[in-house]
């Protein structure tokens, strides 16, 4: 996270969502790298150096946006099982770095999940960028959200029809 004067200039969001699944299950597959393209409407490919994904797991991410495909690799910097996984941007690094914190905590009807984001500015005039990035990423966070929690909810449904 930032510190000092670059927290004062990031550009920041968090959005969560009730999901009905155990917080484990939520956490086990949202960590799944198979998942991403599945769940994460701008993700076209995500590739972690290791499996599976620990503290140190750099990911080769392809995305798609604004009709544009970039590659962009991240890195795990926090992954508490079943709790929090905290991932930071490392390349590209300008004119952005971003780092996404996932909390998947109890809730009376499963998991409360929520997907917060720190998008700091990393050149002179880079408000700008970060503050574009951030308005992109919290529409795409709400997009995955739904994707995520209809996946959880019909994997469940289905589970319970197969018992």
């Not at 927290?7 to 920041?12: I, L, P, Y």
Request: proline share 6%; hydrophobic share 45%; net charge positive.
């Amino acid at each position: 996270m930032a510190t000092g004067d670059q927290s004062r200039r990031a550009a920041r969001f968090s959005e969560s969502i009730v999901i009905k699944a155990p917080p484990s299950d939520a956490f086990a597959y949202l960590g799944n790298p198979e998942t991403a393209t599945i769940i994460d409407p701008a993700v076209v490919s995500y590739v972690p150096d290791t499996v599976p994904m620990a503290v140190g797991t750099v990911n080769t991410v392809k995305v798609r946006m604004f009709g544009l495909r970039i590659t962009t690799v991240t890195r795990v910097l926090v992954w508490e099982e079943g709790r929090r996984m905290v991932i930071e941007s490392v390349r590209p690094s300008r004119p952005v770095k971003g780092v996404a914190t996932h909390t998947f905590d109890s809730h009376a009807e499963g998991t409360l999940y929520t997907w917060s984001m720190e998008i700091l500015p990393t050149f002179v005039g880079g408000r700008f960028f970060a503050a574009f990035f951030c308005r992109f990423m919290r529409m795409n966070a709400r997009r995955q959200q739904a994707r995520f929690k209809q996946a959880m909810e019909v994997a469940a449904v289905e589970r319970s029809a197969c018992s």
